[in-house]
């Protein structure tokens, strides 16, 4: 069956708002600042996570020994802003209120003098976190919102996938996160700051492979979306024990809409 293509602008203003800096989303943020530096437009990033780098994150995460004890969205947004000259922008602090991040994933805007009036981009959100809680707060963000892109990435210790839910103009093109996988809603997840020590200190296994699978996934849809302007894709699932990727495409007969 024919697939349906998602188009976006190729000069409209983009905000990327990365959730999470640990497993995931530190293999992430190098390559969306690569990308940014690479394309002909205002592209404004902002990484988000209230953790610090321990000596365990140090065998799957993206830090090293000398980023010890330091907040981890200082220390990526930092590093690859520098390497590419851009400003780093960053929230040292988790966010665990729907108003906060609502204001954060506000789509940026550009004044065209020819036309005398300002025009909308687009803002894409990228869930890269480790407890259900935060994704059911991104979920309620997208439902609420009139334009956003929320892009959610999930993974155990061998399996996982990535959701891109589109929302243009109050209409939704690509369901999210949990109109896909619904089990979501029922977790008994908290906060990262609602976590006691001894749960804080148990964390679900993930690997090395995993990881980098799901974040080099993620990057393929920001990839598509702001350097290509077109989307075919609405999930992926992948196994780093089988090493198969599926992707499930858009298909018109199954296009949502708000």
Do not use: W
Request: proline letters at 3%; charged letters at 25%.
């Amino acid at each position: 069956r024919r697939c349906l293509v998602l188009r976006f602008s190729d000069t409209l203003p983009v905000k990327i708002v990365l959730l999470g800096a640990g497993g995931t989303g530190g293999h992430i943020a190098p390559h969306l600042y690569r990308l940014a530096y690479a394309l002909d437009r205002e592209v404004e990033i902002i990484i988000i996570d209230g953790d610090t780098v321990e000596r365990p994150n140090l065998v799957r995460q993206n830090f090293c020994v000398t980023d010890l004890k330091q907040n981890k969205a200082r220390v990526i947004a930092e590093r690859y802003s520098a390497a590419f000259g851009m400003e780093a922008n960053y929230v040292s602090h988790y966010i665990e209120d729907e108003q906060e991040l609502s204001d954060l994933v506000q789509c940026p805007k550009i004044f065209r003098p020819g036309r005398a009036r300002f025009e909308e981009g687009y803002t894409i959100l990228i869930g890269a976190v480790d407890n259900d809680k935060s994704r059911v707060m991104c979920h309620s963000v997208f439902q609420n919102a009139r334009r956003l892109i929320y892009i959610d990435s999930g993974n155990g210790e061998y399996q996982g996938q990535v959701v891109c839910g589109v929302k243009l103009d109050g209409r939704t093109f690509n369901r999210p996160l949990i109109s896909v996988f619904p089990t979501v809603m029922e977790s008994e997840d908290k906060f990262p700051t609602e976590l006691s020590c001894e749960e804080a200190a148990i964390s679900a296994p993930q690997s090395m492979a995993a990881n980098l699978t799901a974040a080099s996934i993620v990057v393929n849809y920001v990839y598509n979306i702001v350097a290509r302007g077109q989307l075919t894709a609405k999930y992926s699932t992948f196994s780093t024990l089988s090493l198969t990727t599926r992707t499930v495409g858009i298909k018109k007969q199954r296009r949502m809409a708000a």
